[in-house]
């Protein structure tokens, strides 16, 4: 008898939006005395769905990986298949994919203990990476992404079970109020939004360049913002930025002469790994979401970590 697959977060499939409260905990480590971090950031984690570390890379590190990411995205002919994304309008580039595994430098920064280890605990598991990005907002012309949950289309497209995952921005450059950081909606990973429409064939090609399926009604995005507001954080290079699978964010366009430039890793909970798509006819290909990994990140200690 075959087993019937529990959707805990149904979406893409129904006629109407729908609101469906959290069914786990945030913070899944059990004793928050043994947090890599300050305690009260792992509070205010759980009770926004974000949080800013300032100054976990030095300017030396930074200096290094900035020096990668324009190597990356200067000579896309070197990367794998697929894996540069460009912008809709101007082509600038707006993306590499699955820098950890086409760079040694960021397979060294995806496993370095000042990001797994806090991952780890949050997560309350061993982790691994199910994707990693960078980022390219340029100057006068980077464009704007729209409201969205990560975790809805990781789990309509990906077939992530479970809200057991988290993103964690490295900022490569200074961030500026008007260059389009991230926003986010405090407390909106309490309330999962369930999206209308199908998921077209190959969905992922245009909505890494402008995503239109798996975005929330503008009713549910107004009622999380009324509750919660709206918080833009734009830390200094070598800040990092960590925010839960399910927390809504979006970005403005960047129309200033100054350039936004950050290194993204997901990670997933060892025991949330990905099954079939709960709304999507098949999965999104290995660079975008990773299934082809054979055991968790290895822990490095503090002495082997990222450094210039």
């Known amino acids: 008898m075959q087993t019937v697959r529990k959707d805990l977060y149904q979406t893409r499939l129904n006629s109407q939006p729908d609101m469906i409260a959290r069914k786990a905990p945030v913070v899944r480590s059990s004793d928050r005395r043994l947090s890599p971090v300050a305690p009260e950031l792992i509070e205010a984690f759980d009770r926004d769905g974000f949080i800013v570390l300032e100054d976990v890379f030095s300017d030396e590190e930074v200096q290094r990986m900035r020096a990668t990411a324009n190597e990356l995205r200067d000579y896309p002919q070197s990367l794998a298949d697929e894996t540069v994304v460009s912008e809709p309008d101007s082509g600038a580039v707006r993306s590499v994919f699955a820098p950890h595994r086409q760079s040694d430098d960021f397979d060294l920064v995806s496993r370095d203990p000042r990001l797994a280890e806090v991952a780890r605990h949050i997560l309350g598991d061993d982790v691994y990476i199910h994707q990693s990005r960078l980022n390219y907002k340029p100057a006068f012309r980077g464009k704007e992404f729209y409201w969205h949950s990560d975790f809805e289309t990781w789990h309509a497209e990906d077939g992530m079970p479970d809200m057991r995952a988290l993103s964690m921005s490295v900022m490569l450059t200074d961030n500026h109020p008007q260059a389009g950081p991230v926003m986010f909606v405090p407390g909106s990973h309490k309330q999962f939004i369930s999206c209308v ?112």
């Open 197 to 308: 429409g199908e998921t077209p064939e190959d969905n992922y090609k245009s909505s890494l360049k402008r995503q239109e399926t798996g975005i929330p009604d503008k009713d549910s995005i107004a009622s999380m913002v009324a509750e919660g507001g709206i918080e833009a954080p734009a830390p200094k290079a070598g800040s990092v930025v960590i925010f839960d699978c399910n927390t809504l964010h979006a970005s403005n366009g960047n129309i200033t002469p100054f350039e936004r430039m950050n290194a993204f890793f997901v990670f997933n909970a060892w025991s949330n790994r990905l099954e079939a798509p709960f709304a999507a006819g098949k999965p999104r290909p290995e660079h975008v979401a990773h299934r082809k990994v054979d055991a968790p990140l290895r822990r490095l200690s503090r002495q082997h970590r990222f450094a210039a």
